[in-house]
């Protein structure tokens, strides 16, 4: 509760620090659950705590520091991490299945890096083209006549259609077994829901968020079940440590990017074509992983 400089910057690095750590480690522990079986359902659920997390503490955390000051709010912050803590100690097991790594995994070795990195490309620029949305809706509708209280409930209608679609997304790929098409179909939509935010008429606006909430959310368990196809017990936890340094390394540079065109270009809908052109890469990215998934079974057969 220092409310120095050094103090509150150390304590940012910290979370930072434990935030990512945490990410990758139990990223890797509900894959060594569920790799085989029903994986994007159980990533769907995990990853959607991400927007349901954010949508309560923007509820809790204002009503707490307005009745009692920053530091109640910070002691709830605290209250849920210990709980979560607690939780994990008293109630996670490994899964009976899961045995001691036989081979340690490194770069060079044992991780099959071209797919892991096909996969963290994918992850990390469906999130970012995500953030030009969260980041760049209110200004893009404000500059098209919006006012800031409109633009910004409108905008915040993605969040919410997404952590209701994201476990949807989940269970379809699961129950038909179609990853890639839910992955493809739900990129699709959102690049054009993307572009289309930027042409329709001001009326139809609040509809092509709403479809892009719908559609948004519907690729992201399936996604993050990708490292799961390729990544044996003994390289899941390199294999998503890289995974998850593509993420943050494009999530760290993708919003100064996407600020600086849009101050080129004088409009906040330069943000929205650099998620599209993302969403194309994922796209891209999606055909090359398959190819190299496709490899490695035919080599693995051709051994056997």
């Known amino acids: ?89 008293t109630g996670y097991r490994a899964p009976d299945h899961e045995t001691a790594p036989a081979v340690v995994a490194t770069l060079t070795g044992g991780l099959p890096i071209a797919p892991v990195v096909f996969a963290g490309t994918i992850w990390a620029l469906y999130n970012t083209a995500l953030a030009m949305v969260f980041g760049f809706g209110p200004t893009l509708l404000t500059q098209r006549g919006w006012s800031l209280a409109t633009a910004s409930s409108t905008t915040s209608l993605v969040m919410w259609l997404i952590a209701i679609t994201v476990p949807i997304g989940g269970y379809l790929a699961d129950r038909s077994g179609r990853r890639d098409t839910v992955i493809a179909m739900g990129l699709m939509g959102f690049a054009v829901m993307l572009v289309a935010a930027i042409y329709v008429p001001l009326w139809a606006v609040p509809v092509v968020f709403i479809i892009l909430g719908l559609i948004a959310g519907l690729p992201a368990g399936p996604i993050m079940s990708l490292p799961s196809l390729v990544l044996r017990a003994e390289t899941r936890a390199l294999g998503m440590g890289v995974f998850f340094t593509i993420y943050y390394v494009a999530f760290m540079i993708a919003p ?49």
């Open 1 to 89: 509760l220092d409310s120095s400089w050094a103090m509150l910057v150390a304590g940012r690095v910290l979370a930072g620090i434990g935030g990512v750590i945490l990410s990758v480690l139990t990223t890797k522990m509900l894959t060594d659950w569920f790799a085989g079986r029903e994986i994007a359902t159980a990533m769907a659920i995990y990853v959607n705590s991400w927007p349901v997390g954010i949508a309560l503490a923007l509820l809790i955390l204002p009503a707490a520091a307005g009745s009692g000051g920053l530091g109640l709010a910070w002691i709830a912050v605290l209250s849920l991490i210990a709980m979560g803590l607690v939780l994990f100690v």
């Open 256 to 304: 100064a990017v996407a600020g600086w065109l849009a101050d080129q270009a004088g409009t906040a809908a330069a943000p929205f074509f650099l998620g599209a052109v993302m969403i194309v890469i994922c796209l891209a990215a999606l055909v090359l992983f398959r190819r190299d998934l496709v490899r490695a079974g035919a080599a693995r057969l051709g051994r056997g």
